[in-house]
């Protein structure tokens, strides 16, 4: 299993700036995904970060906004820009490796935001 | 990915079994079904997966009807800190594969 981990743990920023979050996994993993979770609500799919390229962002969400980098296979970070009270969230990050049918996802322990 | 449909939420006595309903009618032959499950203010955590036939492992038994449309996830002896959010999940396991997550079920275990 991969075990991941993200700074900050959590964080109250101002409207208008930007916060960017590191995800770091122990152990080098095909896939790297980025999701939200608002207060109550299951989680959406931002992004797959991918390495060495552009991010694949899922309707909805677009680079400007949440700009990904991702340069080697243990590492990526998630940028949310020009913040409002909105983006007030969970960001997890996830890590997923294997083959066949032998495919699992892990997921970070998530960072708190809480834009004022 | 299949949509999923699970129930909102369920409850469950300590040391029974807690078994969770999931729908997916229209799984597509090359997806597999996944549960996860997110204890409060954790990260989700994997459960277990199957295609067609019925897995178990240390944590959970999943029971995957004939044709494929719905499924069960069986936790066989419920404790306290099995209160959480299940999600069932139905995606392709090769190439680019993401989890999308639906609404989850949220079993609450009871003393």
């Known amino acids: 299993s991969a075990v991941i981990s993200q700074k900050p743990s959590r964080d109250i920023c101002q409207r208008g700036t930007s916060l960017t979050i590191q995800c770091q996994v122990d152990?080098?993993?095909?896939?790297m995904f980025w999701y939200r979770q608002q207060p109550g609500q299951s989680l959406t799919l931002i992004a797959t970060a991918n390495q060495g390229s552009e991010a694949t962002y899922e309707s909805g969400f677009v680079i400007d906004k949440f700009p990904i980098s991702r340069p080697n296979l243990t590492f990526s970070t998630l940028t949310v820009s020009n913040m409002s009270p909105e983006d007030s969230s969970i960001y997890l990050c996830s890590a997923g490796q294997g083959q066949g049918s032998y495919n699992e996802q892990f997921f970070g322990p998530g960072t708190r935001l809480t834009v004022l | 990915d299949a949509k999923t449909t699970q129930p909102t939420s369920m409850d469950c006595a300590e040391g029974r079994a807690a078994n969770l309903p999931c729908n997916h009618s229209t799984i597509s032959g090359n997806e597999y079904v996944y549960w996860y499950r997110q204890i409060h203010s954790q990260g989700p955590q994997y459960i277990i997966h199957g295609l067609k036939n019925n897995e178990t492992n240390e944590m959970a038994s999943l029971i995957i009807t004939e044709d494929r449309k719905s499924s069960t996830l069986i936790l066989p002896h419920a404790t306290l800190r099995d209160t959480a959010v299940y999600y069932c999940?139905?995606?392709?396991?090769?190439?680019?594969?993401?989890?999308?997550f639906g609404a989850g079920t949220r079993l609450f275990v009871k003393a």
């Open positions: 999940i139905v995606r392709v396991v090769t190439g680019g594969f993401k989890t999308i």
């Open positions: 152990s080098q993993v095909t896939m």
